[in-house]
Every structure is written in structure tokens, then in C-alpha cells.
Nanobody, 127 residues
């Protein structure tokens, strides 16, 4: 069982930066995926960025070049550096974790669904 807690959200002006942190307790055996999701009012929860056990990353097109996901395994922490923030980035941001899935011809990979979620941290970007 993994518990996640986000922090670092807040209100910033368009073009500003923010760094979100996710502190994890517990661990996942073997390959894993960790990611950041966000949900704006009235909308579905969407993936923002994912990082796997060996450091591979993937980003939503909307945040490529602006956001950077990283992890500090020794500190059991996940981060999301958000630069050049836009009003459309306004959302509740959630940290997520899950064991990696496996297919013989693919190997380990991260799916769009996660088993563990944090409580969320609000990010508001004003224009």
C-alpha cells in the first residue's frame, strides 16, 4: 500500500513557475509508474506527465516543453516543475503511483490508470 501527499500548489500569474512535490510512503515492488494528473472543474482527470522506474518520461502535448517530471528515489519523492504557466493549467493536481504493466513484446509500460492517488493540490493561474 502506497500513500501519496502533494504540496506546492498555489496561485501564480500567467508565465510564472511553480514546483509541485509528492511525498510517498510505502513502496511498490519491481517496476512502477508515477505520474501527475490534473482535473479542472467540470472536466475529466487528465494525465500530465509520467515517469517510470528507470526514468523514462512522457508528457501530455499541452505541457511539453513547459513541465518537467522528476523523482528522487532516495527521498521517495516525485516532483513536477511547471514553467510558463498558462490559465488553462488551472486545475487540481494529483500525484499517482502504480505498478507497471507488462506485455511480453513490450515489456513494462505505464497505463493511463493508477492504483494510488494523493489528495491533490490546487494550482491556479491567473491571466
Amino acid at each position: 500500500q502506497v500513500q501519496l501527499e502533494e504540496s506546492g500548489g498555489g496561485s501564480v500569474q500567467s508565465g510564472g513557475s511553480l514546483r509541485l512535490s509528492c511525498a510517498a510512503s510505502g513502496s511498490i515492488y519491481g517496476a512502477y509508474c508515477m505520474g501527475w494528473y490534473r482535473q479542472a472543474p467540470g472536466k475529466e482527470r487528465d494525465g500530465v506527465a509520467v515517469i517510470d522506474s528507470i526514468g523514462n518520461t512522457i508528457y501530455a502535448d499541452s505541457v511539453k516543453g513547459r513541465f518537467t517530471i522528476s523523482q528522487d528515489n532516495a527521498k521517495n519523492s516525485l516532483y513536477l516543475q511547471m514553467n510558463n504557466l498558462k490559465p488553462e493549467d488551472t486545475a487540481m493536481y494529483y500525484c499517482a503511483a502504480s505498478p507497471a504493466k507488462y506485455r511480453w513484446n513490450v515489456g513494462n509500460y505505464c497505463s493511463g490508470d493508477y492504483d494510488y492517488w494523493g489528495q491533490g493540490t490546487q494550482v491556479t493561474v491567473s491571466s
